[in-house]
């Protein structure tokens, strides 16, 4: 088996504003972000206890709430691809398996949600896309 190092953000609740509804429709409690990263297994597997040899997810995390709170958002597919972007300003992170689902869907009952899985090749050309648009 291949070597591999995933770093895993389960059921993180986000302040997102995201939805057009009606008087009957049912508005959403909350968003739960749902994040696999595929990193270098050489920043996971380190020789010793030092923060310089591993991915510091904390700044991502701050930066996805940024962009949650940054504005209201018609779909949860936007936020997504904006969360996406995020991911890809991270040299580190090679590839993303990323799902945003919102709860209740009827009856007080469910979650439905929204999955985008990239790989290397489509977070280089989301990267290229990035630095294209700066």
Same mark, same amino acid.
């Given at each position: 088996?291949?070597?591999?190092?995933?770093?895993?953000?389960?059921?993180?609740?986000?302040?997102?504003?995201?939805?057009?509804?009606?008087?009957?429709?049912? +508005?959403?409690?909350?968003?739960?972000?749902?994040?696999?990263?595929?990193?270098?297994?050489?920043?996971?597997?380190?020789?010793?206890?030092?923060?310089?040899?591993?991915?510091?997810?904390?700044?991502?995390?701050?930066?996805?709430?940024?962009?949650?709170?940054?504005?209201?958002?018609?779909?949860?597919?936007?936020?997504?691809?904006?969360?996406?972007?995020?991911?890809?300003?991270?040299?580190?992170?090679?590839?993303?398996?990323?799902?945003?689902?919102?709860?209740?869907?009827?009856?007080?009952?469910?979650?439905?949600?929204?999955?985008? +899985?990239?790989?290397?090749?489509?977070?280089?050309?989301?990267?290229?896309?990035?630095?294209?648009?700066?």
């Amino acid at each position: 088996m291949t070597r591999q190092a995933l770093v895993e953000l389960r059921d993180f609740r986000i302040e997102a504003n995201i939805g057009m509804y009606g008087p009957a429709d049912v +508005v959403p409690e909350d968003h739960r972000l749902d994040l696999t990263l595929t990193i270098a297994p050489n920043l996971v597997q380190i020789a010793y206890d030092d923060m310089n040899l591993v991915f510091d997810y904390d700044p991502l995390i701050e930066q996805i709430e940024r962009v949650a709170t940054a504005q209201h958002y018609e779909t949860q597919e936007y936020l997504m691809s904006r969360i996406a972007q995020v991911c890809a300003a991270h040299s580190e992170i090679a590839a993303l398996d990323i799902c945003l689902r919102k709860r209740p869907v009827r009856r007080g009952s469910g979650s439905l949600g929204v999955r985008l +899985v990239l790989g290397a090749e489509e977070m280089a050309a989301l990267r290229a896309k990035s630095t294209r648009a700066a």
